[in-house]
């Protein structure tokens, strides 16, 4: 058994005082994986926290952005 490709826990964004999500705690597998839910959910919010377009405000613990944002800057061309 492979470790989760993406593992949050307690992440949270706010967009001034508007809530993006609050305190998702998720460990996605490696694999194919969907994301559905209702308009203004935080579908966007949570795919761009993990590939590190925006921070979180706050968090226990994140591996996806960190993940992702290495390997942007490891494939980019000089």
Do not use: D, Q, W
């Not at 795919?47 to 613990?61: C, D, E, V, Y």
């Amino acid at each position: 058994m492979s470790a989760p490709a993406v593992v949050f826990e307690e992440v949270s964004k706010f967009y001034g005082e508007v809530l993006g999500v609050n305190r998702v705690t998720l460990n996605i597998p490696p694999g194919i994986t969907s994301l559905v839910g209702p308009n203004g959910s935080g579908k966007t919010t949570l795919m761009n926290l993990m590939t590190g377009l925006i921070h979180p405000a706050s968090f226990t613990r994140t591996t996806a952005a960190s993940s992702c944002a290495a390997s942007r800057r490891a494939t980019r061309k000089p």
